[in-house]
């Protein structure tokens, strides 16, 4: 069954649901006649850190139409027709990762990540939420594109196993913050742009638990 998508235009009005190839399908069509995108989909962008602070990014497979072998954020994913974010990123992450989370608010989340076991279960929280966020990628034949999301910002804690069942990607590695900003600046061609504006932008966040 194929996946549906609400279909926005940049001023965040709902145009219609869509099967989301059919979506894809006409918004390349439409940068390459245009040089831009005018229609966006709702999305979810979250970076797993351990307790101890050292985050996990997805290495992205080279067989990847976009951004391919570069390291990205944890898990990325678009909101099906009717679903919540928070629905998404938990479903994404038991999909994607093998375990069960929750997304809590700020004042439960602060208390949670201290008094629950880690090992068991992921806690995440929202951090913000960016109607019109750009996603720049580079498509396999070397072109660019750049496509607008409705896009929900997410981190959290987990210090149990990990599955990776992504069969497009390489799997899961994990950095200390200080080492992933070397990494970036002395090979910047080795992250996506989404991975790259997260920790610039949220690198408050990137912290262990204390």
Known sequence: ????????????NLLKVEDRQIFYDEIKNEFKETGE?????KSIRLILMNSSGRIYLQKRSKIKTENAGKYD???????SAGDSFNMTVIRECAE??????????EEEFNRAIKVTNLEIIGIFKKIEFLPNFVSKRII??????QQPYMSSM??????GPIKFVDGESSGIEVFALDELEEEIKENPDKFTEDIKLMIEKYKEFLVPIK
């Open 96 to 105: 994607e990762l093998g375990f069960p989370a929750t997304v809590l608010d």
């Open 73 to 79: 954020k944890t898990v990325g994913e678009h909101v």
């Open 154 to 159: 997410y981190f959290g804690y987990y210090d």
């Open 1 to 12: 069954m194929s996946e549906k998508l609400e279909i926005y235009d940049l001023d965040s």
């Open 37 to 41: 995108i005018t229609k966006k989909v």
């Open 140 to 145: 396999n034949n070397g072109s660019k594109i």
